[in-house]
């Protein structure tokens, strides 16, 4: 976004293309930012479509976790092929053995210009992720949801949880009943104002019964923290139900006796879902990867009637598009606070 050179990205023009500074943008700078549902979703699409195609990369993340299992941290290096940017992704939990009041986590994501070699912004990645993962889960919905699909019930009242109803809701506008389970009060309240907030004719239900809630729903979408009661078990779910695992919230029946299970990535799930893997440690095979299934090189859904297992990890090439996309609009606006970090 530095450079002189022809661009297809609304680039700024009002950058000098030797400028090493690097522009800061904090949470306070990225929460004024206005973007729409629909925007966030068309952007993520469009990172799978270019994964898909080839032309971005994707390694698989570094994980460094201590044995007591208190903390853990990433780290995820990826390439826009489309955008022509390189970003750098960290992600730090700290308190995974305390409450979520107690617990900790920050995350980064540095991006730089890969036609000019030049830094673009370094920024909070915290409201990029709370974005880009409901979205996804929002894509997988539309791609393998059972036909006709009505009702959706979210598991967790947490950052994902928060937005997932209202993204749903802008693939499958169809649905009609909206059931949450949670156990924080704050949370399920935040889950109504965000729904209300995006749509404000919808109602929303909240569940006692979590496993009762998920043989009603179409669509269940488990975001919860690892310290949730809810255990859905695969025989709770009705014949042709999606599953999207994001946190916790569903049993590893889910995924052993899924019918066919889609990934955003195998590898990524076998690094970061174990506790979803069976008594030997073994995972079912993946029937699709989800880049293949957004660009049509792989069916999503075959049948009306099969129990479909979506598990929806990061991949960082979506952070990479929604952290751009960002970095676009902050820049346009004046935001952000530029640091001579080599000069």
């Known amino acids: 976004m530095t450079g002189t050179s022809p661009r297809t990205d609304n680039t700024p023009a009002d950058i000098p293309a030797d400028d090493k500074a690097l522009r800061i943008l904090s949470t306070g700078d990225l929460a ?9 979703v068309d952007v993520v699409e469009q990172a799978y479509r270019t994964l898909a195609d080839g032309k971005s990369a994707n390694p698989r993340k570094l994980t460094v976790k201590p044995e007591d299992g208190h903390s853990v941290s990433y780290a995820m290096l990826g390439r826009d092929g489309v955008r022509e940017v390189v970003a750098i992704k960290t992600s730090y939990k700290h308190g995974l053995d305390r409450s979520r009041d107690e617990q900790h986590y920050y995350t980064t994501l540095t991006i730089y210009d890969d036609t000019t070699g030049l830094p673009l912004a370094m920024m909070d990645c915290g409201r990029i992720g709370s974005l880009r993962t409901p979205a996804v889960s929002a894509l997988l919905a539309r791609e393998c949801a059972p036909p006709g699909s009505r009702s959706a019930l979210v598991i967790g009242t947490g950052t994902q949880g928060r937005l997932a109803l209202p ?10 009943r909206l059931m949450v389970y949670g156990t924080h009060p704050d949370g399920l309240t935040a889950v109504r104002e965000r729904l209300h907030h995006y749509f404000p004719e ?3 239900e909240i569940v006692d019964d979590v496993r009762a809630a998920a043989a009603d729903a179409d669509v269940v979408v488990a975001t919860a923290g690892q310290h949730t009661p809810a255990a859905v078990e695969a025989a709770d779910l009705k014949p042709g139900a999606l599953s999207i695992l994001v946190g916790h919230g569903i049993a590893p029946s889910t995924l052993q006796q899924a019918d066919r299970v889609i990934a955003t990535s195998e590898a990524q799930m076998k690094v970061t879902g174990t506790d979803m893997a069976d008594a030997d440690g073994n995972f079912p095979a993946v029937d699709a990867e989800f880049p293949e299934v957004v660009a049509g090189r792989a069916e999503g859904r075959r049948s009306a009637d099969e129990r479909i297992f979506a598990y929806n990890s990061g991949l960082v ?27």
């Open 317 to 343: 090439v979506t952070d990479i598009a929604l952290g751009h996309r960002f970095a676009q609009l902050a820049i346009e606006q004046g935001l952000g606070t530029r640091v001579r970090l080599w000069q």
């Open 32 to 40: 004024g930012i206005d973007i729409s549902l629909t925007d966030v």
């Open 202 to 204: 919808r109602e929303l």
């Open 167 to 176: 993204f749903l809701l802008t693939t499958l506008p169809q649905l009609d």
